[in-house]
């Protein structure tokens, strides 16, 4: 210290960098050197152009304003890159090439107002799959028509006053779908997509019901007009009551002949759709062609549903030429609805990156496991637990552990895998967890395991609930290799975000792991559980799972139906 202390002492070494003319004089002093004094003078500028320089970078960054700024910090880099620097300071990263998706997304929010929308990019690899030029064009166009027909638009004002008065005072500008929140999260976000597809293939706008908690956990997807229904609509507090013995409710009045069919007849002021998983036949009729002639000329269509309907879509004549269009490779239906609608909220996005950057982003691979089990009593059940272990390593997503005397690994470059999974309980998690502390893997690599929340049950109504069950999902879409379980929407849901084919865990029967435990899915696209199964122009049953090369039954619903690409599943 002395030492030191005498060094920063020395007058010989300039105390400040800022003053040269006292330095070169010192030097003039010392050595009498013309040659001395200029090699000072330029040491000296190089330390002022140093100073400048660090300056200038100091400046460049952005103000801090609080939370917001130190959560954009984090999220501008990228998280793969990131090795953990304890001084504070940013590393050099590549920005995310495409924040925008192939032009999927548009530039111009506020992005501090919704910072996963442009964020994203950097925890996702880039995309497979690129967004049609049509169907660009028509985001674009639905935009357009939003801004104009939206909540508290002038043509929206005019609609909503004759739907309160009852009375036609000819065509509108604006025809709507609105969309009902009912059911579980992963359902919700299903048949919304659902909804915004088909208000697109009819050139209507969407609304949506804002429930206990959209608002809280998704972002406004369309530029400068809300999506959200506006709170003084007529009908939002009948919303609950609609069923299928509604009066207005399509399948109803269909079945009772309540439609005038003459020339001329006007047609209803609004509709009630129930498309939920108990809708009958009448109700069905929705794809049909000819009744969607007639439901082109209602104003207002009211839809109920907890079903990801698209694959029945495909399947209607009028619509296939466009849908053509829009999705050349079928499969990426939900994937690019999904990334361009559904983008979580600031609060979720905190949940989600925060969980990412502690326990994902160092891994060498990222694999997901997401777990629903049906069965009743309480878990967790050995023969799941079976299956996950079944699948994980007959598939070689998670190596065998070395049963013999452990292994101490030795320091070094060895590959690491980072398992997420999601359940309602923990006792998978912790079988899991616990059999790779206690045993080293017969490959070497090192395993973590790690599981967000165990919420027990599921509590559709409480906000952390959702929001947790939110940023799950997302994290789930953001790992490199997936496995899902049967039936749930949940998985769907995260497979479609992430364009990812997962591993798919058969449901099992009897309290026996199947056998085999599972298989890979044939597309990233959810299932639709529950289609219809009439042929509309011959009026009979039919097999809609075998009329085109793109719709197929389900991997793991034998009667539910999804879309693929490859003719040859």
């Given at each position: 210290m002395k030492r030191l202390r005498r060094n920063s002492e020395d007058p010989s070494k300039p105390s400040d960098p800022g003053i040269p003319s006292l330095y070169s004089r010192d030097l003039d002093r010392k050595c009498g050197n013309s040659s001395m004094r200029l090699m000072g003078v330029f040491v000296?500028?190089?330390?002022?152009?140093?100073?400048?320089?660090?300056?200038?970078?100091?400046?460049?960054?952005?103000?801090?304003?609080?939370?917001?700024?130190?959560?954009?910090?984090?999220?501008?880099?990228?998280?793969?890159?990131?090795?953990?620097?304890?001084?504070?300071?940013?590393?050099?990263?590549e920005q995310p090439k495409d924040k925008l998706l192939g032009d999927l997304l548009i530039d111009g929010f506020d992005e501090r107002s919704c910072l996963s929308r442009y964020q994203s990019a950097l925890y996702r690899k880039e995309l497979l799959h690129k967004p049609s030029s049509y169907l660009i064009s028509r985001l674009r166009s639905y935009e357009t028509l939003h801004k104009r027909c939206g909540p508290y638009t002038e043509s929206y004002n005019k609609t909503l006053e004759q739907l309160k008065s009852g009375q036609h005072t000819g065509p509108s500008d604006c025809n709507y779908v609105v969309w009902i929140s009912f059911s579980g999260l992963g359902n919700r976000i299903l048949t919304l997509a659902s909804a915004f597809l088909?208000?697109?293939?009819?050139?209507?706008?969407?609304?949506?019901?804002?429930?206990?908690?959209?608002?809280?956990?998704f972002c406004e997807p369309f530029p400068e007009v809300s999506w959200l229904l506006s709170p003084d609509f007529p009908l939002i507090n009948q919303f609950d009551s609609f069923n299928q013995k509604s009066p207005h409710c399509y399948g109803n009045m269909l079945k009772n002949n309540n439609f005038a069919n003459s020339t001329g007849s006007l047609p209803p002021h609004f509709v009630y759709l129930h498309m939920a998983h108990d809708y009958n036949d009448h109700d069905k009729l929705f794809f049909c062609d000819q009744d969607q002639n007639f439901l082109q000329k209602v104003p207002w269509l009211i839809m109920k549903t907890d079903n990801y309907f698209i694959p029945s879509l495909f399947l209607i004549p009028?619509?296939?030429?466009?849908?053509?269009?829009?999705?050349?490779?079928?499969?990426?239906?939900f994937?690019?609805?999904?990334?361009?609608?559904?983008?979580?909220?600031?609060?979720?996005?905190?949940l989600i990156t925060r969980y990412h950057q502690a326990y994902l982003a160092k891994a060498d691979e990222r694999i997901g496991i997401q777990i629903r089990v049906f069965d009743t009593g309480v878990g967790?059940?050995?023969?799941?637990?079976?299956?996950?272990?079944?699948?994980?390593?007959?598939?070689?997503?998670?190596?065998?552990?070395?049963?013999?005397?452990?292994i101490v690994s030795q320091l070094g470059n060895q590959r690491s895998k980072a398992v997420l999974m999601t359940s309602l309980s923990s006792g998978y998690f912790e079988k899991v967890r616990n059999m790779y502390w206690e045993h080293s893997t017969v490959t070497g690599e090192v395993i973590g395991v790690y599981q967000p929340s165990h919420e027990e049950y599921q509590q559709t109504q409480k906000q952390m609930h959702n929001r947790k069950a939110w940023a799950e999902m997302y994290l789930l879409s953001l790992t490199d290799v997936l496995v899902t379980s049967s039936w749930s929407t949940f998985g769907y849901v995260a497979q479609g975000l992430g364009g990812l084919k997962p591993w798919i865990m058969y449901k099992p029967e009897n309290q026996t792991a199947p056998d085999p435990p599972c298989r890979r899915a044939m597309s990233m696209e959810p299932c639709f559980h529950a289609p219809p199964f009439y042929d509309c122009k011959a009026k009979r049953g039919v097999d809609t799972g075998e009329l085109v090369p793109h719709v197929r039954h389900c991997e793991d619903m034998s009667w539910g139906l999804k879309l693929v690409d490859r003719q040859e599943w």
């Open positions: 000296v500028c190089l330390m002022v152009i140093s100073v400048v320089f660090s300056v200038s970078v100091v400046l460049r960054d952005p103000p801090s304003d609080g939370w917001a700024f130190a959560e954009a910090r984090v999220l501008e880099v990228n998280p793969k890159t990131v090795t953990g620097l304890e001084d504070g300071s940013s590393p050099s990263v088909y208000a697109l293939l009819t050139n209507r706008v969407l609304l949506v019901d804002p429930g206990v908690d959209m608002p809280d956990l009028s619509f296939e030429q466009e849908l053509s269009n829009l999705f050349p490779n079928k499969e990426t239906v994937h690019f609805l999904g990334r361009y609608l559904f983008h979580p909220t600031n609060p979720v996005w905190g967790p059940f050995q023969h799941v637990l079976d299956q996950i272990l079944a699948c994980t390593m007959k598939e070689n997503l998670l190596p065998e552990i070395n049963m013999q005397e452990p």
